[in-house]
Every structure is written in structure tokens, then in C-alpha cells.
């Protein structure tokens, strides 16, 4: 199988990418990435050196480079995009642009491609917030910030695509993905790493807001399934089973660190912070999908990955520059840890 995937160089992208090279010795990817911020050449530099990956720097919104790369490729898996709410809150103009118009540039090469399967692989904050209950996948959409309304309009093209032109596609809606290679702004990756520095962690609001954590690797194992065994037109939730409160989480994180209650610092609420995510798998495991990691074992591996890797996480911290629109918010309030040096 020869894939097209978008955004490989990501956080979820990469570790895909990683995970089908090896699981599937004859396949190749293309990678089509145009490098971002959050887009890190080293996530695979393991890989590269393959005849096997080939990485295409450019802009999903391009439709030569897409037209380009899809040539000859039998499937498209779509990851590219700008996927931090808190930066979609203080400017959504290039979530709108890579989420929706890069989207709907892929889906009419897509078309043109005549390729065989076109996974786009989407987020359960498209449901909006749930105060109780599982959303399923044929809930109304009902998303709340703007990062997760250009989600949702993402699927809705890829739905109506499916429909008007048969293009065979199919969504997936993941819970927040915890593992190797997240950028170290998402709440995960920022706790452990600024944890392992003594460095307090900013707790939005109450931190009664409840998340679903699913480890990356079992996200990747689910789309590969998905790849090979989803239907077309069908959309699939894929959740970890973990719901917890960030509070929780947050103490477990730092009692396994062993580190003091001190450095867990509330501050303001995100404004708009959805109160709860939570997902029903249910339509996943009835086609046969297993997870392979419990949680507790894959929040090891995790804080293990990045007392290992601190020569990845450390540069990406370093620039500092990534975390300037976080500090224009809320560095007034953050009080005697407002100056981005301390911060983090
Ligand atoms: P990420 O921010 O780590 O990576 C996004 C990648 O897309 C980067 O490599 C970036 O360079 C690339 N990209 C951005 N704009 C582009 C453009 N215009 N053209 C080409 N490439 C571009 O994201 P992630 O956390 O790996 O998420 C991947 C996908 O999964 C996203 O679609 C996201 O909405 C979805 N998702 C993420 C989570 C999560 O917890 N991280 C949960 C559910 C769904
Ligand atoms: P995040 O990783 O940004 O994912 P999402 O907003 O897409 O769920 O945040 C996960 C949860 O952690 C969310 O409820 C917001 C909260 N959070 C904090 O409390 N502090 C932080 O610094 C960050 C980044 C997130």
C-alpha cells in the first residue's frame, strides 16, 4: 500500500507514520507536512533515511503539492492541523485556513486522485461539552471553541464529499492522546516536562474539567485498523476509557514524579473551557478493536519517553517564542510566575 499522510511530522502524525513502516514492511508514505511550529523533522529521524518515507514540505492548501503527492496513492490518512485551543482563542484565522480550507483542498484531490480510502482523522471536542453521559458517533456537533468548530467543519465537508461525490472516506473522532512527541504547550507533555525543571504547572479554573486520555500509540493502532477494516462513510469514536478530572490526573502525574503539591498553580479558566469530554467506543470494539496499553502502564512508558528524550523537548522549550500568546493572556495573572523564563 503506498499512503499519502498529512501532517507526519506531528505529534499523532509521526507516531502513525513510525507505527505502519514497521507493522507493514512493504508499505511507503508520503508525507506531506509544511512544517509549523508544533511540525518537527526530528519526531522522525529514524525513519528518514528509508526508501520507504518520503517527506514533501508544503502546504496542504496547495492543490498542485496535494495533486503531486497523491499520485499513485492508494489511501490518504489526514492529521495536518492546527490542533491547540488555547492558541485557536487568541486567533483562529489559521485554524479556519488549515482545518477547513486545507481539508476541503485534500478532499477535491482526493476526488480527482480516485483514491481508494481517505481516513480524516478528527476529535471528540466536536460534540461539544457533555455533563453527562457518552457521545456517540451520530451525536449533533456542537462544538465550542474555535478550534473545534473548524474541526467540525471539516467533517462535514468530508461527509458531504462521501455523499454528493462517493468519495470513499471516513471520519475518526479521538480523545485527547497523551504519549512520545507532543509538543510540550498540550497539558501532558508541559506538566511532566516543566515537573522534571521543579517548574510550576498552570491548573485552568477549578480543574474539575474532565478529559478521556487515550495513549497515542493505541490511538495509531485504532487508525491502521480503520485503514484496513472501517466503512466507508462511517464515522468512529476512539477513546482511551480513561476519563478523569485534569486534577486528578495532575496528582497522579506528580506523586508517580514525586514532586510537591506546590507546583501545581491554578489560574484563570480558558475562556469556553469545555466541563467534560467522554466517549462511547462502542462501535470501534464491535468491529474487533482492542486496546493494548492500560492506562497506568502507558503514563509510565510516557513520563519515562521524556526523561529519556529531554535533547528533543528541551530545544522546542527553549524558543520559548511558542508559548508568547499564552503569556499575553494570562502573564498579568500568573502573578510571580508571569515572566516565561519561570514559567515554564
Ligand atoms: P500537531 O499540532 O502535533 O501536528 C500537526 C501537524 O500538521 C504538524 O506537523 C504541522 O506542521 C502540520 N501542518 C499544520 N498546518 C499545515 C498545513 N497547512 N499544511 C501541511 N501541514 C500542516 O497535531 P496532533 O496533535 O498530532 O494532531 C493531529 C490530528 O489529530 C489533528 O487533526 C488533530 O485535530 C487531531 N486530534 C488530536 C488530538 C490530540 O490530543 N493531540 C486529539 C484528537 C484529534
Ligand atoms: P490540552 O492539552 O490543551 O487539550 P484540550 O484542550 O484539547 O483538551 O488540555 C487538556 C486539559 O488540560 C484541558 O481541560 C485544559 C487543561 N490545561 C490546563 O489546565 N493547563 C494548561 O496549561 C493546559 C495546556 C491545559
Not at 469530554?277 to 513520563?303: R, S, V
Request: aromatic fraction near 10%; hydrophobic fraction near 40%; proline fraction near 6%.
Amino acid at each position: 500500500m503506498k499512503l499519502l499522510v498529512t501532517g507526519g511530522l506531528g505529534f499523532i502524525g509521526s507516531n502513525f507514520v513510525r507505527h505502519v513502516l514497521k507493522s507493514h514492511p512493504s508499505w511507503r508514505v508520503v508525507n506531506l507536512d509544511i512544517r509549523t511550529y508544533a511540525g518537527n523533522p526530528a519526531n522522525l529521524a529514524d525513519v528518514a533515511g528509508g526508501l520507504r518515507y518520503r517527506w514533501v514540505r508544503a502546504d496542504i492548501r496547495d492543490p498542485h503539492a496535494a495533486a503531486e503527492c497523491m499520485r499513485g496513492v492508494d489511501a490518504v490518512v489526514h492529521f495536518a492541523a492546527e490542533s491547540h485551543v488555547d492558541r485557536s482563542i487568541l486567533d483562529a484565522a489559521s485554524f479556519v485556513q488549515t482545518n477547513v480550507v486545507g481539508t476541503h483542498v485534500l478532499l477535491e484531490e482526493a476526488r480527482r486522485a480516485a483514491v481508494e480510502r481517505f481516513v480524516h482523522v478528527s476529535t471528540d471536542e466536536v460534540y461539544g461539552s457533555v455533563e453527562k453521559g457518552f457521545s456517540r458517533e451520530a451525536d449533533p456537533l456542537e462544538p465550542n471553541s474555535p478550534y473545534a468548530a473548524s474541526k467540525a467543519a471539516a467533517d462535514l465537508l468530508v461527509r458531504s464529499y462521501c455523499v454528493t461525490h462517493k468519495l470513499p472516506a471516513l471520519i475518526t473522532r479521538s480523545s485527547n492522546n497523551f504519549g512520545p512527541y507532543q509538543f510540550p504547550e498540550k497539558a501532558l507533555p508541559l506538566l511532566i516536562t516543566n515537573f522534571f525543571d521543579d517548574q510550576p504547572f498552570p491548573l485552568y479554573g477549578d480543574g474539575m474539567n474532565v478529559r478521556d486520555w487515550v495513549y497515542v500509540l493505541d490511538h495509531v493502532r485504532a487508525l491502521e485498523f480503520l485503514l484496513l477494516k472501517g466503512r466507508t462513510g462511517e464515522v468512529y469514536n476512539i477513546g482511551g476509557m480513561h476519563a478523569a478530572p485534569n486534577k486528578e490526573l495532575i496528582e497522579r502525574v506528580r506523586k508517580l514524579m514525586g514532586k510537591p503539591a506546590s507546583l501545581v498553580q491554578p489560574v484563570p479558566d480558558r475562556p469556553g473551557h469545555d466541563r467534560r469530554y467522554a466517549l462511547d467506543c462502542g462501535k470501534l470494539k464491535a468491529l474487533g478493536f482492542k486496546h493494548a496499553y492500560p492506562f497506568d502502564e502507558a503514563l509510565n512508558l510516557t513520563i519515562a519517553w521524556y526523561r529519556a528524550n529531554e535533547a528533543w523537548w528541551r530545544p522546542l522549550k527553549k524558543a520559548g517564542g511558542y508559548r508568547k500568546y499564552y503569556d499575553r493572556q494570562y502573564a498579568a495573572r500568573l502573578g510571580r510566575h508571569a515572566d516565561p523564563s519561570s514559567a515554564r
